[in-house]
């Protein structure tokens, strides 16, 4: 039997599953901002016309999910497996998508990373012969997640700087083994880590350490240094859990600067408002489809680290006194010319 | 590359990854039911001296996780994967543990089916060289789950004959190459299945049809017959959704009868007041550990299917009107004998 492992937490996927196509479906703030362009579908109504912001959001992942199984030439019934999931309370827009598309399921949850966490067992699944091809999708909307997390939005509370805006979107990908690029070369599954920060509204420090502590190790496991990367993109940390992960990953003579880059700082540009950033399991896998993908397929970007970066809390945890335990995962992703 | 599938949505693990271990932690309801002497722990206090329900729910899955790695003469970090979830908003329970034990963690949801869920992804990471040793567990807590889903437990709320008892409880298992028994031998990954129903008093109704289709797929795909298992065991239909969902593979002429088991019955007798029987993600899985697992190593039972089933709402959903969709896995698991 291979052994698809190297260092301690480093899945290698020897046959490079392929990324063989990815769709993204965003609201409309999402649609202003630097990468409004790119994204497939940008609705003008973050209702999507449903009666709840829960249904916009299944609707908008459903759609994801239509529009990557379409353009890889597939109907839903030559799916094998659908990973995915969401921030809400028991995946209720992942599991109604599931629903739809009658694929079999395994619902994820790993907050803002769980896009990364079915792209690491996804690739696993395509790679080892269990499935010819996989669903990975993600999403969040801005108004189910302040709501559950924080205050509805219609109290329309002032947000601390910290605070990061969750999108409303969602990504999804199909991996299977056709061959071509991107191509996803390594796993890397985090442990949970915990600071001891305990702010709802500052999510970016918290897994600022979740997202150094995977990179390092992803680095260690493969005997790679940042420089192998044109890019190690998190997602999605914010500009505050940016700059302490950077920070973080210096003091362990790791210097990656400019090379980290982040999802949530992709999506929107300062004059949005949207504080430290963009957030959401839907914002790094709508970026990931609609611009990491593309400049990946195409050259501009050779071989990335893709980092999605949870906070694991819940409002009874935080109500109940306690800390902010967060994790991280990441892919190697290869494009033209690596 | 080998092709590890038969059928549509099933599995096979040529290298029959072995059930090296289980341990199991219940509360005091649990001990004194009918397999209570079984479980490796049972509390006389389902708060653990903890100051909630939900760090309670936390540490009894840690204990069950800290026992079973060290039954298999491990430290946390020869485990290579922890895979597992509970019913809490955003996995707190598991996630908590998962900081704990520092083993890298991949979060499940999939209500009272994540157990299997867990070890249908990770029989074939450890089979196909992604990890030498995956820790799966899943926990449940009455307390905490009725005061999430339906009412706090203090509201001493009337509890209608359809509904089950959520089990507190958890249970672990490490899957490895160690060649012994019990060997799991093949995983069917389910589809969402919603038959319209409502009624978040009566899950076993409408998980009994993803149950019923699963049970099916499965067959179907291994072109096996429900004779060629000592038992089809289900985590947790209760009476009534074992009833239909005998009634429904009947009508699809396949005859389980008796041979159809649920974790939720074998869990708690009638005279516990526990209405249609036992539920919640910590139930199948402590049975597993701590009844199933044994007889299965002894030679009591050669073969079954180990069935998982989860109702995947939120009180969001419900009482958004939404019905509630199901989903059921499955994983073939042999032990001496057979």
Redesign the interface.
Known sequence: ?????VG??T?TYS?RPTLAAGASVVGPREGKGPIGQKFDVVKDDALLGE??W??AEAKMLQEACDLVITRTNRQP?DI??FLG?DL?????AA??C??EL??????????CSTMV?AL??GA??V??????AVLCGASSHHDTAER?YRFPTEFATQRPPTSQWTVTGAGAVVIDRSGGLPAITHGT??????MGMQDPNDMGSPMAAAAAETIWQHLSDTGRSPADYDAIVTGDLGSLGRSVTIELLKRANISVGDRLEDCGLMMFEDKQDAHSGGSGGGCCAAVLCAHLMPQLAFGQRKRILFVGTGA??????HQ?G?SI?C?A?AVAIEGMGS
Do not use: C
């Open positions: 039997m291979a052994q698809h492992r301690s937490q899945f046959g009666k709840s829960e249904r019934s094998h497996l999931g809400l309370n028991q995946l209720i599991n109604f599931a629903r009658s694929i079999p399921f395994i619902g994820l949850y790993g907050a966490e690491v067992i696993a699944m790679d080892s012969g269990y499935a010819d559950q599954v985090g442990r949970v880590i915990d694991l809390f819940s409002p009874t945890s109940q306690e335990p994790v995962h």
